[in-house]
């Protein structure tokens, strides 16, 4: 009964190359949720997704930033153009369903580093 | 605009005695109260929620205390252990249910030593 997995642990990417981050979920959950931790400080939500549907975006920056979750396979997070602002730790949530906090697993995050 | 404020960026503690971490928070919508741990390389935790409906939730060693009035909240861990040493992060919602998103405090690195 894996967790929620994301890939790869660790990106690293010149400035203006793309970057893709992947997260499954855990099996059985449908909601995908993305946060984004800065250096020191807290982690800053971006995202919301059921499978094939964006329901929140508000915290995801208007340009250079996408994200889906197809009927099949993982959820991606796309960053175009990447600049070293966007370098940060990148975390996947998944639930089984809405506002469901205490069922929220967090996964073990892909560290994005912009050089 | 910090709506989730932990003002304690540290906090070290001998083991077995009392931990005691501190949130505060600004957005009186919020009603829905979590504590998360965080070891490095890792992603969150959850640990114990608290429901604004509540002063008080425990589970184990863990106890969150919430004081509406003050919009703070605490997380008492008692006995303190040394596998407790962690990033310590406060998070809120609007409702457990209708919510999707946290929002998170900046985190209390607790350290406890042996």
């Known amino acids: 009964n894996a967790g929620v997995m994301q890939n790869p642990r660790h990106l690293v990417r010149r400035r203006g190359q793309e970057a893709r981050l992947r997260c499954s979920p855990m099996?059985?959950?449908?909601?995908v949720y993305w946060y984004r931790q800065l250096p020191e400080e807290g982690l800053k939500f971006m995202v919301y997704l059921q499978k094939e549907n964006i329901i929140d975006e508000s915290g995801m920056p208007k340009e250079r930033f996408s994200a889906e979750f197809p009927k099949e396979g993982p959820s991606i997070l796309r960053i175009q153009q990447v600049v070293r602002g966007d370098s940060a730790a990148y975390f996947c949530?998944?639930?089984?369903?809405?506002?469901?906090?205490?069922?929220?697993?967090f996964g073990s995050g892909t560290r994005l580093t912009v050089v | 605009d910090q709506q989730v404020k932990q003002n304690s960026p540290s906090l070290s503690v001998q083991e077995g005695r009392i931990s005691i971490l501190n949130c505060d928070y600004t957005?009186?919508?919020?009603?829905?109260f979590l504590w998360y741990k965080k070891y490095p390389a890792e992603g969150p935790t959850f640990l114990i929620s608290?429901?604004?409906?509540?002063d008080k939730n425990e589970d184990g060693r863990f106890t969150v205390f919430l004081n509406k009035s003050a919009k703070h909240l605490s997380l008492h861990i008692v006995p303190s252990q040394p596998g407790d040493s962690a990033v310590y992060f406060c998070?809120?919602?609007?409702?457990?249910?209708?919510?999707?998103?946290?929002?998170f405090g900046e985190g209390t690195q607790l350290t406890v030593n042996p």
């Open positions: 608290i429901s604004s409906i509540k």
């Open positions: 998070a809120a919602s609007e409702g457990e249910t209708s919510g999707s998103r946290l929002t």
């Open positions: 957005n009186s919508m919020f009603d829905y």
């Open positions: 099996k059985g959950h449908s909601h």
């Open positions: 949530a998944s639930s089984p369903r809405l506002g469901a906090m205490n069922g929220y697993t």
